[in-house]
């Protein structure tokens, strides 16, 4: 039977127990480290070679050129037409319901004008082309597919390159047919470091991407890390994480269930669950136990809600919402009988489910949020992957004659305040020559 920790708000060394439980230092070795500089270093001078060679080493394939990892988009629409009918209805609707909750997203330029004539705004650009890395194999989310390439396309992104690993010759038909589902542009079977790196610095097939989205492995996650600033990437992500505030009111096997939700995932993955009540909280440790053998992936449950879940008890929800802004979570259920007025006590979380009959499971397929969210504590400041997170600002800038005689004179005051006389003159030539 497994035993998940309990906490109490009231107890000696609380908060720092706390701190301990989320702690999480999932980084690369130094090993990992190397093994993917190595990899940049070969992809940024061999290219297409370098990809092939590690693809046929780490995925077991006999590729002899990059032509034939590349699947053609008649082999996407041949996915989706070969899908069970009931199963390409809800990836249809998941990204139809993706889509337009994302349209509300859509920034559009802006700009307006001065007294004196000066315009001043903002335009508004997408990028230009973007990397989709998506998991492959067994392991595959047709989802993540659908979270990273809906608001890409809403944003007005032109190319969208996806890379997905096939290992042993594995192909996900659902990825595939998500992927036509939402208009991928090219998709190559490669994956790993070396996808990273081919989107990042391009080869001789594949062109370089403006930016990097979606999850993958250690060496997929560092490989993003070194190529940021070559790139812009969407995320490290850490383990998945839920925490349940409950007051005690919702049936225990509902909560205990989703608890279960993340903890599936993987034995590092964290689900919390706080409550005022105590009753609650020993009937919801029942629940656990009563459910967990009938779960096909009861180890990995287990092992996550042994190692990382905690069953916290709180004094009342003002201090449920304290300890939650604390812990800043990827996923946030309010089970409450008034989750509107909770949830306004919440400023940090990356997705909240208001109320006793919302799953966080809704949010990872059908409701229309994005399901790629902050994790280990960075919601304090990192939002939800987003159309904004596709395009680009550009501040607009105009002087009339009149705006630069006067604002000319304030700026080369300042500038000469700094020592920089060429910034000075440059607008000062504008108030002279004018004149």
Not at 395 to 407: G, K, R, V, Y
Request: contains cysteine; proline residues 5%.
């Amino acid at each position: 039977m497994v035993q998940i920790k309990t906490l109490n708000s009231t107890e000696t060394g609380f908060w720092d127990r706390l701190r301990e439980l989320l702690a999480w230092e999932g980084v690369s070795d130094d090993g990992v480290h190397a093994t993917v500089r190595e990899i940049l270093a070969a992809v940024r001078a061999r290219g297409d070679a370098a990809v092939v060679e590690y693809t046929n080493r780490f995925d077991r394939l006999q590729a002899a050129s990059m032509a034939e990892l590349e699947i053609p988009r008649a082999r996407l629409q041949e996915a989706l037409d070969g899908l069970d009918r009931r199963q390409r209805q809800a990836l249809e609707e998941a990204a139809e319901r993706v889509r337009r909750y994302h349209e509300h997203q859509r920034q559009e330029s802006w700009h307006y004008t001065e007294e004196d004539g000066t315009l001043l705004g903002q335009q508004v650009t997408p990028m230009d082309r973007v990397g989709l890395y998506v998991p492959g194999g067994k392991a595959a989310y047709p989802s993540s597919v659908i979270m990273n390439a809906v608001p890409a396309k809403v944003a007005g992104v032109p190319e969208l390159i996806m890379v997905v690993p096939t290992p042993g010759g594995v192909v996900n038909e659902a990825v595939l047919a998500a992927a036509a589902i939402v208009g991928v542009d090219r998709v190559f079977a490669i994956g790993g470091a070396q996808a990273v790196a081919a989107l990042a610095y391009g080869t001789e097939t594949i062109p370089a991407v403006d930016k990097i989205v979606g999850p993958g492995n250690i060496y997929v996650a560092t490989a993003k890390g070194m190529v940021y600033g070559t790139v812009g990437i969407d995320m490290i992500a850490g383990p998945s994480e839920i925490l349940v505030i409950c007051d005690g009111r919702t049936p225990p096997h509902w909560v205990a269930m989703d608890l279960f939700s993340q903890a599936e995932h993987d034995e590092d993955a964290q689900a919390i669950l706080i409550s005022p009540d105590a009753a609650f909280l020993e009937a919801v440790q029942r629940s656990v136990a009563e459910l967990l053998p009938q779960m096909e992936r009861a180890d990995i449950i287990t092992r996550s809600l042994s190692r990382r879940a905690a069953l916290v008890q709180v004094r009342d929800l003002d201090e449920a919402a304290e300890v939650a802004n604390f812990i800043a979570p990827e996923h946030l259920e309010l089970s409450v009988e008034d989750p509107l007025a909770l949830a306004a006590k919440i400023r940090h979380a990356g997705a909240i489910f208001l109320g006793r009959h919302t799953a966080e499971a809704i949010g990872d397929y059908i409701a229309g949020p994005n399901h790629v969210l902050p994790t280990s504590r960075t919601a304090r400041f990192s939002s939800p992957l987003g159309v904004y997170d596709f395009q680009k600002r550009s501040s607009l800038i105009m002087c009339s004659p009149q705006s630069a005689a006067t604002l000319g004179v304030t700026a080369a005051l300042l500038a000469r305040s700094e020592g920089l006389t060429a910034h000075a003159r440059s607008a000062e030539y504008r108030v002279t020559d004018e004149a």
